[in-house]
């Protein structure tokens, strides 16, 4: 069983509708999980960060943590065409390691 | 400079050369990794190094050997790769006592063996 878990997609969504990204884990000491967004040819960056069960928001993102089932996903509002990136699932254990998914290719249609 | 600098972006080497992978971080944090990131796989870390000490060696053939001679810089010394060795090699920092602030990344180096 992979560590981290995604659907690779390509997840295809509307202009204005939102989008629905999924993860699960199976490290259950997992402590704090992460989001990253990935335009092609650019390097990884922060977008949302979680450790607690629950919702997090942060403008047009949320992030949600459900530990008993080990699952985080994040929600994107009102799509923009500027949101098609590959998102990246990335979890923190208790070594401080961060261990990556292998990313949900995100696509935005006009 | 601000975040995390990688150079070069591009590199062209042969199976016989030997080149280094530098890395700078500008935010004051005390730990660095350097990460592969090759097609339709997952990023992979490779090393990790903890208030300058290498703690990670995630089973790393030696042509890769890392240096981080300060809390800034890291390095990652190249010899005799093999094309599956292609990749995108990304450097990250993070400060080891702030975790929920998660890893920087640097650009990237986007690395061709030939």
């Known amino acids: 069983q992979k560590e981290v878990e995604q659907n690779s997609g390509p997840l295809s969504v509307p202009e204005g509708a939102i989008a629905s990204l999924n993860c699960t884990y199976s490290?259950?000491?997992?402590?704090?999980f992460f989001w990253y967004r990935q335009y092609s040819g650019k390097s990884p960056e922060l977008i949302m960060s979680?450790?607690?069960?629950g919702d997090k928001e942060d403008g047009r993102f949320t992030a949600q943590l459900n530990k008993a089932s080990q699952y985080v996903s994040l929600l994107i509002r009102d799509s923009q065409p500027s949101d098609s990136a590959t998102y990246l699932c990335?979890?923190?254990?208790?070594?401080?390691?961060?261990?990556f998914g292998q990313g949900t290719r995100l696509t935005i249609n006009p | 400079e601000t975040g995390v600098t990688q150079t070069p972006r591009h590199l062209v080497m042969g199976m016989t050369n030997k080149k280094s992978l530098k890395c700078e971080q500008h935010?004051?944090?005390?730990?660095m990794y350097w990460y592969k990131q090759s097609a339709k796989k997952p990023l992979e870390l490779m090393f990790v190094?903890?208030?300058?000490?290498?703690?990670e060696n995630n089973s790393v053939p030696s042509r890769f050997s890392p240096e981080c001679p300060n809390s800034s810089h890291l390095f990652l010394h190249l010899h005799t790769l093999q094309p599956e060795d292609s990749a995108l090699y990304l450097c990250?920092?993070?400060?080891?006592?702030?975790?929920?602030?998660?890893?920087?990344f640097g650009s990237g180096t986007r690395l061709t063996v030939v």
């Open positions: 490290d259950r000491g997992s402590q704090s």
């Open positions: 935010l004051g944090h005390n730990a």
């Open positions: 990335a979890v923190m254990g208790g070594a401080q390691k961060l261990v």
């Open positions: 190094y903890s208030l300058e000490e290498r703690v």
């Open positions: 979680i450790y607690s069960n």
């Open positions: 990250a920092s993070s400060q080891l006592d702030a975790p929920i602030s998660g890893y920087t």
